[in-house]
Every structure is written in C-alpha cells, then in structure tokens.
C-alpha cells in the first residue's frame, strides 16, 4: 500500500518562494507519475506539472512554466515542487499524486494515460502580506 | 489543450435516488476519463477509470458509461456518504479536470 505524506502548511510572502515536498512510501517510485494539483479556496482542481522519477524530466502546465520547478529524489522517494515569485492568486491547497500505473505499459509500448489512485494529504500555502 | 467541461454545476437530489452526471471533452479521449469524488477537507479519492472501471473499493452503485467526447457518471442509489463534488479528468493528454458538480441533499 502506497502512501504520500506531504510537508505542512506555508505563509509566505508575495514574491517569494515555496517548496513543498511528497514523501512515498513502498517500492514503486520509480516509474510512477507523480503530479502536483493545486485547489484554491472554493475553487476546483489544476494540474501544476507532473514527473517520472526514473526519467527525471519533469513536464508543467504552461500557466506556470516560468514560476515551477518539480523534481525527485531516487534515494529518498521524495518529491518536490518549488513554486516562485509567489502572488496572492497562489494561495490554494497544494496535493501531490501517484499515478495507478507506471507510464509505460511494457506489453504494448504505449504510454499510460494519466489515472490519479493515491493522494497527499494536501499542503496549505497562503500567500500574503 | 483538451478542455473538459462538467454539467450540471450542482445538482440537488434526495437520498435514495439516482445521479447522473455528466462531462465533455472538448477532442476525443477514447476511453481515458476518470471520475473522483471530494469531500470538504479532504483529497480527491478515485472511482473510476478507463471511462468505466471501478476503482478498489467503490461501491456497485457507482458506475461509469461514454467514450471518446461525451462521458456519464451514474450513481444509483443515493446514500449520505455520497453527497460531494465530482470531478472528471482526461486522461489522453495533459491531464486537465472539470470544474466539478456538487451533488447536495435535496
């Protein structure tokens, strides 16, 4: 059984940087799909960017392109997302997510589509002043 | 960029009865949609993949129906546990969701 603890809740200040991190547990890290969906207060849910850890070539939502970095650390199943120059339109409940299946399916060769089975717990960011 | 598109926004029903909601995407997905349910305070928790496959645990009254650009999701038998906001998402490309339906007591 695979679980994802996420670091605890952050205030920053405009301008600023956060990193949050998403520790998993179990053997299947690796070849996984990790993604980072944000909710804000009362809103629904936004994909920040997403990354395989054994390719380590993280992929981002273009609105954030510029602002997010995402990566894993192999040795620790730990995943990050660093986001910057923060605004108040950041403010949001911050998850990670494990994909159900590793990206590849091996028997055909064709990438898995995107299917989020386990959750963080969810970090909060408050972003003001 | 394939949008998804949910309707209704809210819908209101009575314990016992049934649910249907619906999602669009805006290209064909094939059959790679996904349904979630959340509840205030918590994470999204799967109920369906591949357009009609129950997750693990997912109780019977849930089911998934569609392919390509118009999906359903159908929930039977309404129980208190299950008044919540519904989420959809494709699958195919860049993973992108709806904005979701609340499902509220009527």
């Known amino acids: 059984q695979v679980h994802l603890v996420q670091s605890g809740a952050e205030v920053k200040q405009p301008g600023s940087s956060v990193k949050v991190s998403c520790q998993a547990s179990?053997?299947?890290?690796?070849?996984?799909?990790f993604t980072w969906v944000r909710q804000a207060p009362g809103q629904g849910l936004e994909c920040v960017g997403r990354?395989?850890?054994?390719?380590?070539?993280?992929k981002y939502a273009q609105k954030f392109q510029d602002r997010v970095t995402i990566t894993a650390d192999t040795s620790t199943s730990v995943v990050y997302m660093e986001l910057r120059s923060l605004k108040s339109e950041d403010t949001a409940v911050y998850f990670c997510?494990?994909?159900?299946?590793?990206?590849?399916?091996?028997?055909?060769?064709?990438?898995?589509?995107?299917?989020?089975?386990?959750w963080g717990q969810g970090t909060s960011v408050i972003v003001s002043s | 960029e394939i949008v998804v598109t949910q309707s209704p926004a809210t819908l209101s029903v009575s314990p016992g009865e049934r649910a249907t909601l619906s999602c669009r995407a805006s290209?064909?997905?094939?059959?790679?949609l996904a349904w979630y349910q959340q509840k205030p305070g918590q994470p999204p928790r799967l109920l369906i993949y591949?357009?009609?496959t129950r997750a693990t645990g997912v109780p019977a009254r849930f089911s998934g129906s569609g392919s390509g650009t118009e999906f359903t999701l159908t929930i039977s038998s309404l129980q208190s546990e299950d008044f919540a906001v519904y989420y959809c998402?494709?699958?195919?490309?860049?993973?992108?969701f709806g904005q979701g339906t609340k499902v509220e007591i009527k």
């Open positions: 990354i395989i850890p054994i390719l380590r070539k993280p």
């Open positions: 290209q064909s997905v094939g059959s790679n």
């Open positions: 998402q494709q699958g195919s490309s860049w993973p992108a």
């Open positions: 591949g357009a009609s």
């Open positions: 997510a494990r994909d159900r299946a590793p990206y590849l399916d091996v028997l055909t060769e064709t990438f898995n589509p995107s299917v989020m089975d386990v």
């Open positions: 179990g053997d299947t890290f690796l070849t996984y799909p």
